[in-house]
């Protein structure tokens, strides 16, 4: 059993429409993150979470404890978003990573 | 600033040999983690240093080890190399330990043949 689910796996938006990606987790956290990776491999931290909701431009991260979910919003999504974007929560000592979401955005 | 360096950026290595990977955390970071990222197990946590010591360790045999310079730079090691631990390395340095704030390096690719 992952402890970190992910949904949806893959995502295919037309330039404009508004994106949800969801984060669903199993263990207790201290943070959930959310990051992007584009092809070639480099990964950046878009969001830290341990409550509440973050907003940086376009992006906007919710987290709801209680029910252990989260989830990543695109607003006005562009061709550049196009990444996967990967939830990880740090439980305890550990981190817990999803399997990630792909996201093709067509001009 | 400069950001997270690792090196060398791929690398080719056969089954049984041993490979040293090394990551420089950005200036007055100190704490780094590493992560391994394959196809089918996606992204892993290996371990975490700070101030020299190793705080968590994830779940990989004893084949991966580590360790942080008094500068801070850390370097993993991979002896006995297996087909399976073909994969992109990761670091991440954090100003603190507990890597709540995440900058992550360029990775390292190896391939074992």
């Known amino acids: 059993k992952n402890e970190v689910e992910q949904s949806p796996q893959n995502l295919t938006a037309q330039e404009g429409e508004f994106i949800t990606i969801n984060c669903s987790y199993s263990?207790?956290?201290?943070?959930l993150h959310w990051l992007q990776q584009h092809p070639g491999g480099g990964i950046v931290s878009l969001f830290m979470l341990s409550s509440g909701k973050k907003k940086h431009g376009r992006l906007i991260a919710t987290i709801n404890i209680q029910e252990k979910h989260s989830s990543l919003h695109i607003t006005a999504s562009h061709p550049r978003d196009s990444a996967v974007y990967i939830c990880?929560?740090?439980?305890?000592?550990?981190?817990?990573f999803g399997t990630g979401t792909s996201l093709t955005v067509i001009p | 600033k400069a950001g997270v360096t690792q090196t060398p950026r791929y690398l080719i290595k056969t089954r049984g040999q041993q490979v040293t990977l090394s990551c420089s955390p950005i200036s007055g970071h100190r704490s780094v983690s590493w992560y391994q990222q394959t196809p089918g197990q996606g992204l892993q946590f290996l371990f975490e240093?700070?101030?020299?010591?190793?705080?968590n360790k994830g779940n990989f045999p004893g084949r991966f080890s580590g360790r942080q310079f008094s500068n801070s730079r850390s370097e993993m090691n991979v002896s006995t190399l297996e087909l399976g631990d073909s994969a992109l390395y990761l670091c991440?340095?954090?100003?603190?330990?507990?890597?709540?704030?995440?900058?992550f390096g360029a990775g390292s690719r190896l391939t074992v043949l």
């Open positions: 240093y700070f101030s020299e010591t190793q705080r």
């Open positions: 991440a340095s954090s100003p603190m330990a507990g890597a709540n704030v995440l900058t």
């Open positions: 263990v207790g956290i201290s943070a």
């Open positions: 990880a929560v740090r439980a305890g000592n550990q981190f817990y």
